[in-house]
């Protein structure tokens, strides 16, 4: 068969009814990680390892080489050649949550949808990827390259799947996942989680002069759940010296009001207990929030505080307060194709009697590295007697725009759908970083809403269809 005579959307249509009732099958089982049924060779549980079966059994059943990497991972192979091209989805899901409209592992077909948690992340997609390497399959098509498909079980919380199946079995020469959004994603900022933290005997040892006229003392403060998020909510108990309790409530409303923020001020006891409210979105994004937690210690920089209380506090409105892009660390660096580095104050937590600690999230575009900024910022840390604990780097991760990989996937999906492909850099992380050179390939179409860990999860059964017939000719294109 010459490749100009391929309608894979024909091909598609001929497999219709099988996928569909596939796909609502694979959807049945609640793969959600449950560490009460793991055990070895299922090592997140009973559920996940029986979505992990389903699939490579799928892809048994087709003709295909399987193999199941202990409960970690598993993978399914066809072709022959030296080099390999991977596709990579992943059989666990978030917990469903409430308020759903069909029972969410019931998989029911709605209108013109399949709902299920795992309906869009990343089941129905994952079961279009073993569609499309179905029809090449059937097709008989020649191929110069091996083609590997392989399921993750650990995507939705530490990817402990990936690092355990890539320390075991060989990188593909190159791949992609389908489990964000069409066009393609092929860069992706590098992401550091770091924690500053300042001792109380590493505040001691600054020396700092004691102040005697002071109006309250900062005894705690809290904002914020997860470095990756924007606090919306902050809270912090001053102990009124210098005025009343009353006084200080009433410099907190007449704040609040000045400035239009929303929050709240009340005596408990000999203290004053200060709210302030934010708004929460993703820390990829800061500058799209409001952080309840430094708009809160700005508020703080109008009181004459304790020593420590007030280095804290010049500290966090100089270095994070509206400071989404890092300019006064000055580590700020903007990217024309990735986009700025960004920072997120994530988690503020102020003990007078114990430690001062900031979640802090920065990610950054492949103009710079990790090396290059940490130093300044450690620097900045350093005067204030914080340190700098490291707990997460991950590198930037992007494949040249010029790379066939991204050409030919870009043609494909020109070809499919008869749209123009653009490309597009992002600032969070996609499964399609596991791979040494991977992009994201849909699953979700431009203008889509993204329902993915929302109730009433669901994947248009034409759009199931539209991406089973592009990742086809996406997989023989590759391959062939
Ligand atoms: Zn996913």
Same mark, same amino acid.
């Given at each position: 068969?010459?490749?100009?005579?391929?309608?894979?959307?024909?091909?598609?249509?001929?497999?219709?009814?099988?996928?569909?009732?596939?796909?609502?099958?694979?959807?049945?089982?609640?793969?959600?990680?449950?560490?009460?049924?793991?055990?070895?060779?299922?090592?997140?549980?009973?559920?996940?390892?029986?979505?992990?079966?389903?699939?490579?059994?799928?892809?048994?059943?087709?003709?295909?080489?399987?193999?199941?990497?202990? &409960?970690? !991972?598993?993978?399914?192979?066809?072709?022959?050649? =030296? /080099? +390999?091209?991977?596709? *990579? $989805?992943?059989?666990?899901?978030?917990?469903?949550?409430?308020?759903?409209?069909?029972?969410?592992?019931?998989?029911?077909?709605?209108?013109?949808?399949?709902?299920?948690?795992?309906?869009?992340?990343?089941?129905?997609? &994952?079961? !279009?990827?073993?569609?499309?390497?179905?029809?090449? =399959? /059937? +097709?008989?098509?020649? *191929? $110069?390259?091996?083609?590997?498909?392989?399921?993750?079980?650990?995507?939705?919380?530490?990817?402990?799947?990936?690092?355990?199946?890539?320390?075991?079995?060989?990188?593909?020469?190159?791949?992609?996942?389908?489990?964000?959004?069409?066009?393609?994603?092929?860069?992706?900022?590098?992401?550091?989680? +770091?924690?500053?933290?300042?001792?109380?005997?590493?505040?001691?040892?600054?020396?700092?002069?004691?102040?005697?006229?002071?109006?309250?003392?900062?005894?705690?403060?809290?904002?914020?759940?997860?470095?990756?998020?924007?606090?919306?909510?902050?809270?912090?108990?001053?102990?009124?010296?210098?005025?009343?309790?009353?006084?200080?409530?009433?410099?907190?409303?007449?704040?609040?009001?000045?400035?239009?923020?929303?929050?709240?001020?009340?005596?408990?006891?000999?203290?004053?207990?200060?709210?302030?409210?934010?708004?929460?979105?993703?820390?990829?994004?800061?500058?799209?929030?409001?952080?309840?937690?430094?708009?809160?210690?700005?508020?703080?920089?109008?009181?004459?505080?304790?020593?420590?209380?007030?280095?804290?506090?010049?500290?966090?409105?100089?270095?994070?307060?509206?400071?989404?892009?890092?300019?006064?660390?000055?580590?700020?660096?903007?990217?024309?194709?990735?986009?700025?580095?960004?920072?997120?104050?994530?988690?503020?937590?102020?003990?007078?009697?114990?430690?001062?600690?900031?979640?802090?999230?920065?990610?950054?575009?492949?103009?710079?590295?990790?090396?290059?900024?940490?130093?300044?910022?450690?620097?900045?840390?350093?005067?204030?007697?914080?340190?700098?604990?490291?707990?997460?780097?991950?590198?930037?991760?992007?494949?040249?725009?010029?790379?066939?990989?991204?050409?030919?996937?870009?043609?494909?999906?020109?070809?499919?759908?008869?749209?123009?492909?653009?490309?597009?850099?992002?600032?969070?992380?996609?499964?399609?970083?596991?791979?040494?050179?991977?992009?994201?390939?849909?699953?979700?179409?431009?203008?889509?809403?993204?329902?993915?860990?929302?109730?009433?999860?669901?994947?248009?059964?034409?759009?199931?269809?539209?991406?089973?017939?592009?990742?086809?000719?996406?997989?023989?294109?590759?391959?062939?």
């Amino acid at each position: 068969m010459s490749e100009m005579t391929i309608d894979w959307r024909a091909e598609v249509e001929k497999r219709k009814e099988e996928l569909i009732a596939t796909t609502q099958q694979f959807l049945r089982i609640k793969s959600v990680m449950d560490f009460s049924t793991a055990r070895e060779g299922a090592p997140f549980g009973e559920d996940v390892n029986n979505a992990l079966q389903f699939a490579l059994g799928v892809c048994r059943d087709a003709g295909m080489e399987i193999k199941d990497v202990d &409960g970690y !991972a598993g993978h399914a192979e066809f072709g022959t050649g =030296k /080099e +390999l091209i991977g596709v *990579l $989805s992943h059989v666990d899901v978030v917990p469903e949550g409430d308020g759903w409209s069909t029972p969410p592992y019931a998989a029911e077909i709605v209108g013109d949808r399949i709902v299920a948690r795992g309906a869009i992340d990343d089941k129905g997609p &994952g079961m !279009a990827a073993i569609f499309a390497a179905k029809i090449v =399959k /059937e +097709l008989g098509l020649p *191929l $110069s390259k091996r083609v590997r498909l392989i399921f993750g079980t650990d995507e939705e919380t530490l990817w402990r799947c990936m690092k355990y199946y890539f320390e075991r079995e060989e990188m593909p020469t190159m791949g992609f996942t389908p489990d964000a959004d069409f066009p393609l994603i092929y860069a992706e900022k590098g992401l550091t989680h +770091l924690v500053w933290r300042q001792t109380k005997e590493a505040f001691a040892k600054q020396g700092l002069a004691h102040k005697q006229q002071i109006d309250a003392r900062l005894i705690e403060l809290k904002a914020g759940l997860r470095m990756n998020m924007v606090p919306d909510r902050a809270q912090a108990v001053l102990e009124p010296v210098g005025k009343t309790a009353e006084q200080l409530v009433a410099i907190y409303r007449d704040y609040l009001q000045q400035q239009g923020k929303t929050g709240n001020a009340a005596v408990e006891g000999s203290r004053v207990t200060l709210s302030m409210e934010g708004v929460s979105v993703h820390g990829m994004d800061p500058a799209k929030g409001v952080n309840a937690g430094t708009e809160l210690v700005h508020f703080l920089k109008e009181l004459s505080l304790d020593e420590r209380a007030e280095q804290f506090a010049s500290f966090t409105d100089t270095y994070l307060h509206e400071q989404h892009y890092g300019e006064a660390l000055g580590i700020a660096q903007d990217d024309q194709e990735m986009g700025p580095l960004t920072l997120n104050t994530g988690v503020i937590s102020y003990e007078a009697e114990g430690d001062i600690a900031f979640d802090i999230n920065i990610r950054y575009p492949h103009s710079t590295t990790f090396e290059e900024w940490q130093p300044i910022v450690l620097k900045r840390l350093e005067e204030a007697a914080f340190a700098l604990e490291i707990e997460e780097v991950q590198v930037p991760h992007r494949v040249d725009p010029k790379h066939p990989l991204v050409t030919t996937l870009q043609r494909v999906y020109t070809e499919q759908t008869g749209e123009e492909a653009g490309i597009m850099a992002i600032g969070g992380a996609s499964y399609g970083r596991a791979l040494d050179v991977g992009v994201a390939f849909g699953p979700l179409f431009p203008g889509r809403p993204d329902c993915a860990h929302q109730r009433d999860e669901y994947i248009l059964i034409k759009d199931l269809l539209k991406a089973t017939a592009i990742y086809a000719q996406a997989i023989y294109e590759l391959a062939k």
